[in-house]
């Protein structure tokens, strides 16, 4: 939760899309972003008002989650399937931000300047303070595929990140003072996975 974060530099990437390219999850490991997340209805647009609401709310129930926490948690999957990841890179990244912000945009900075679904700092080189507080960006970044930020992410810390526990792949990104939180959230990352995944179309915008 907010309360709990503890985020350390840590030296930049020399080229992050590089680094990705020459992982194992490279060009050609990558599975087309179609099959990954079948097709949702159309209708849904991720705005820029949604991209930015400032959402100050607490706590996380997987059985009883509200409106924002579903378009949250819709949108961290179509942003990860638009940038090819499945099943276990979305749960991780889910649950992350069910750990970090209860699955909210947070708006105060709770641990110093930390904000956003991934309580990211700007004083440590995550972006600034709007960025942080940007879903897509926010996303991308942790995923280790933001331009704004040169802080390694999960591509690049754990380029292997299918092998490992996804918790301890939550924390090399995260360096939270409570790593044991993420592997905890993993099965609310499941349920969220099951329900909302099959209608949910890769973003890539």
Known sequence: MPTHRVLSARTPSVSRRGLLLASAFGAAGLTTAASL????????VWTEEFMTRPETVEGF???AMTDWQVENA???????AGH??????????????IVESWLYNYEPAVDHDSGGLFQQRPSMSWGS????????????????LGPHTSNPGL???QPYYKEWDP????????????PERYGQQMGAAQIIWDRYAPDVDPFTG
């Open 84 to 97: 090819g990841f499945g099943i276990e890179g979305t749960k991780i990244t889910l649950a992350t931000a």
């Open 155 to 157: 591509l690049q810390l």
């Open 61 to 63: 129930d997987v059985n």
């Open 37 to 44: 997340a079948p097709a949702r209805a159309a209708g849904e």
């Open 167 to 178: 918790g301890a792949a939550a924390q090399a990104v995260q360096r939270s003072a409570h």
């Open 74 to 80: 819709k949108f961290i999957i179509a942003r990860c």
């Open 129 to 144: 303070y709007e960025q942080v507080r940007h879903k897509k960006l926010a996303i991308d970044a942790f995923l280790g």
